[in-house]
């Protein structure tokens, strides 16, 4: 059960910084989607998430 949980969670942590990356790069939140097969919604929530822990610069002016 360990196991799967740390895969679990490896791979929601590369998820998100697939994400992340993918807005620090300027993609439009609907390319990211697309190419990470999930909603913009996720997209999103991801990005202002990341935001709000404090990191500038503001990704909403690179991710779209």
């Known amino acids: 059960i360990e196991l799967t949980k740390s895969q679990k ?3 929601r942590l590369t998820f998100r910084a697939k994400i992340i ?3 620090l790069s300027g993609h439009p939140i ?3 989607a697309k190419e990470l097969d999930t909603r913009p919604n996720t997209v999103i929530k991801w990005r ?5 822990s404090g990191f500038k610069p503001k ?6």
């Open 9 to 11: 969670s490896e791979f």
């Open 21 to 23: 990356e993918q807005c």
């Open 30 to 32: 609907a390319d990211i």
């Open 48 to 52: 202002s998430r990341f935001e709000e």
């Open 59 to 64: 990704l909403i002016f690179f991710c779209r």
